[in-house]
């Protein structure tokens, strides 16, 4: 990780970062064993509908209940999981433990919601793909369009096409994709025509940007901004999810601009399922 150019220097006054790669690389050695001993486990977060307050779905986010270090949030183990690999393991858990989970909310119920679970570049890129979601999928018993893959914008950077036939495969059996943090990432549109899209995630940046009241000319941006992207989404016939959605109000204008759902504090902080189970029973 040190840039040539100023390795010397990086030598000579990064020990502290040095430190923290270490610490990093040993947290990610052990998330085999952590597998292994069940120390991860999933909390789930409302996509809730801006129309009627319906939950429309659940996002798992993984934690890591660690015997030293406490909870830990995916920030602090996910990314170096990507670098060294071990995301394919873990990712795969967390494929499975939500869809075991999301096929118990269906009792006595219509309308479930569905599980919408995050997936890794690697993941995306790895030619087992459509083979473990199928095998998932008929060991749980969920039926596919109870199951939404979140994947970046940063995913669809490569020009493969193997990912993009495994996404459409998994599409025509009725998964629900969509991309995660909408407007952030590398921004070629391409692949939205390329790419079987059911949903935009809009980042929760352009929603901050509606906390401040008119006075904010950056506040006009954002309004602007977002209004742009659920036309252009609806255009393209998909629905739009706002992100980061933290006060009443922020979800008062996203209604009006016809945002489909939010997700954020205002409507529920990630949480184990049961939390919010009661709010469609
Ligand atoms: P994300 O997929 O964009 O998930 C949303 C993140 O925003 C979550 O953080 C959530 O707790 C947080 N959030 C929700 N509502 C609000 C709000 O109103 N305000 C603010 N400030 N934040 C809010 P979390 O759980 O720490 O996850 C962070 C990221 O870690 C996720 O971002 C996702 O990229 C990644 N991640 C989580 N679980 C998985 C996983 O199973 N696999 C992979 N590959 N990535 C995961
Ligand atoms: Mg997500
Ligand atoms: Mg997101
Ligand atoms: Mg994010």
Not at 38 to 56: A, H, I, K, M
Not at 58 to 84: C, K, N, Q
Not at 153 to 159: A, G, H, K, V
Request: aromatic letters at 8%; one cysteine or more; glycine letters at 10%.
């Amino acid at each position: 990780w040190a840039k040539a150019a100023g390795g010397a220097r990086w030598a000579l006054f990064d020990a502290d970062r040095n430190r923290r790669e270490l610490a990093r690389y040993a947290l990610s050695a052990a998330i085999p064993t952590a597998l292994d001993r069940g120390e991860f486990y999933l909390d789930y977060q409302p996509l809730t509908s801006l129309r009627d307050g319906r939950v429309l779905g659940m996002e798992a986010l993984v934690r890591w209940r660690h015997p030293e270090l406490g909870v830990l949030r995916p920030d602090s183990f996910i990314g170096l999981a990507e670098e060294t690999g071990l995301i394919v393991r873990l990712g795969g858990w967390v494929l499975a433990e939500a869809c075991r989970e999301a096929e118990g909310w269906s009792a006595g119920h219509d309308d479930p919601p569905f599980v919408s679970v995050n997936l890794a570049v690697r993941q995306v890129h790895r030619p087992g793909l459509v083979q473990e979601v199928r095998g998932v999928l008929r060991q749980t018993g969920l039926p596919p369009d109870r199951l939404q893959l979140e994947i970046t914008e940063s995913t669809m950077m490569s020009t493969a096409e193997e990912p993009v036939r495994a996404l459409r495969v998994l599409a025509d059996q009725g998964v629900r994709i969509a991309i995660d943090d909408f407007g952030t990432g590398y921004c070629n549109l391409a692949y939205l025509r390329d790419l079987p899209v059911t949903e935009l995630k809009v980042a929760g940046e352009f929603v901050a940007g509606l906390r401040a009241p008119a006075a904010d000319p950056g506040s006009r941006t954002d309004e602007r901004i977002l209004a742009s992207l659920v036309s252009l989404a609806h255009a393209l016939d998909l629905t739009v999810t706002a992100e980061g959605v933290e006060t009443a109000e922020q979800a008062d204008r996203l209604r009006a601009i016809g945002c489909d759902a939010g997700q954020g504090w205002h409507f529920g902080r990630p949480a184990p399922a049961d939390r919010f189970l009661a709010q469609w029973a």
